[in-house]
């Protein structure tokens, strides 16, 4: 006699020659076929909308055909922004004119009359579809065989194109505003009470402080500023919020996840003669959508990229340590400099005034605190314009020189300079008027 396991196995009776034998005794039906293949579509979609984003990956151009008046999307592959696979497999395309008289009266359709013609901008959107196929017959009830019914045993994915009024939406920048804002690539947020956000100017502080250690101790602090920095970018990000009557989403973009896929500006079209409409002109424009570039094309441009400079470890000025008096103006600098080179000759002074323009300043010999690290411009006469300008030479025949030698390299924070050749310390600061 069987012995029923609570696995799901069946063990056969003990036979004192072999090892016991098990066979599967469990019947799959469609709501296990469905979860499992729902589990492995989930985890690959979280991991595509996540670590990829939504973006085209080859092909579905965007092209305007003024004979025929169409508006014609190529083959091509996408990811959604939670991602899930857009993909095309034959060319798509939609006439303007039929199109126009469907969604004339659309409150976000803007149409500008130019005598009989109509001009109005549009684009492309991409939805993800997917349709049931194959339909066969089922086991409703796994113990009955002879109860069947019929289920679908395939879906077909695939994309839905749309035509919208108006522009294509912007995309959104990547959800890491600390590595943008440590590369220049995004401006810091502002403060409720004005100003800079203070986690912000923080970090732009500690930005400043590694670019300005030496060039054996810049690499390390410089990565490590970046770890910081993408942590506590990932630390941050989350799912969006969605409303409440709405499914919670685990994917980076909630629902619908659409992609633009160009947009066509300046559609004009005139009447034609045996009516409907004539598309005379039209501007394609793709550059504004999102693109994924592939895995090898972003080694090679890594590897073939050229090593950033190595700062020389020259001096530098802090403009925000500046202070500009009547009759005087203090610069700080962070390492010493060679005495003998801070000569009226590495400095430039000039002023401006709303109703005479730019002067030029007599430039007075400059003292030096090595002890303070501060460098003291004293004109003579009172500075009188709304603007004062001074330069530092880290260039040219007679530049201002570290210690070791090393030219100035410019303002803290600012590029690399060399051994050979420096940059110019630049600052304009606005005088406050008495």
């Not at 799901?8 to 296990?32: I, Q, S």
């Not at 095309?88 to 939609?94: G, I, K, M, R």
């Not at 090593?307 to 470890?313: E, F, I, K, R, T």
């Not at 030096?368 to 004109?379: F, I, M, Q, S």
Request: charged residues 20%; proline residues 10%.
């Amino acid at each position: 006699m069987a012995v029923e396991q609570d696995t799901g196995f069946t063990a056969l009776p003990d036979n004192p020659f072999e090892a016991p034998r098990y066979h599967f005794g469990m019947l799959l039906g469609v709501d296990d076929f469905e979860a499992e293949q729902g589990h492995h579509r989930g985890k690959h979609r979280l991991h595509q909308s996540w670590l990829h984003g939504g973006g085209v990956v080859w092909g579905l151009g965007v092209s305007l055909d003024l004979a025929r008046g169409e508006i014609r999307v190529a083959p091509g592959l996408a990811l959604d922004g939670s991602g899930r696979e857009l993909r095309l497999d034959a060319p798509a395309c939609v006439g303007l004119g039929p199109w126009f008289d469907r969604h004339a009266d659309d409150p976000d359709l803007v149409v500008t009359e130019d005598g009989s013609a109509r001009v109005f901008d549009v684009h492309v959107l991409a939805r993800f579809r997917a349709c049931l196929a194959r339909p066969v017959p089922a086991l409703r009830e796994p113990c009955d065989g002879a109860t069947r019914d019929t289920a679908y045993s395939r879906f077909v994915e695939g994309l839905q194109l749309e035509l919208r009024p108006a522009a294509a939406p912007a995309v959104p920048p990547p959800a890491s505003h600390r590595l943008l804002l440590l590369l220049d690539r995004e401006a810091p947020r502002p403060a409720e009470g004005g100003g800079i956000d203070p986690d912000d100017a923080a970090l732009l502080a500690a930005r400043d402080a590694a670019l300005a250690l030496a060039p054996a101790e810049r690499a390390a602090a410089w990565r490590a500023l970046l770890a910081e920095a993408a942590a506590r970018d990932a630390a941050d990000r989350a799912p969006p919020a969605v409303a409440e009557d709405t499914p919670a989403t685990p994917y980076a973009v909630a629902e619908p996840a659409d992609l633009a896929l160009g947009e066509v500006l300046g559609v004009r079209l005139e009447p034609a003669p045996g009516g409907g409409w004539t598309v005379t002109a039209g501007t394609v424009r793709i550059g504004a959508r999102a693109t994924l570039l592939p895995t090898a094309l972003l080694q090679g441009l890594v590897a073939d990229a050229p090593p950033p400079p190595v700062d020389a470890g020259g001096p530098r000025f802090d403009p925000a340590a500046s202070v500009l008096e009547d009759t005087r103006l203090t610069l700080s600098v962070g390492t010493p400099l060679l005495d003998t080179t801070v000569t009226a000759a590495a400095f430039a002074l000039s002023q401006f005034d709303a109703a005479s323009g730019w002067t030029v300043l007599p430039t007075p010999v400059p003292g030096y605190d090595p002890v303070a690290g501060t460098v003291t411009l004293e004109p003579a006469a009172a500075f009188a314009g709304t603007l004062v300008r001074v330069i530092a030479r880290g260039t040219g025949p007679e530049p201002l020189l570290g210690a070791d030698g090393v030219p100035l390299a410019g303002a803290r924070g600012g590029p690399p300079g060399s051994r050979d050749e420096g940059h110019d310390f630049v600052q304009t600061i606005t005088r406050t008027q008495p």
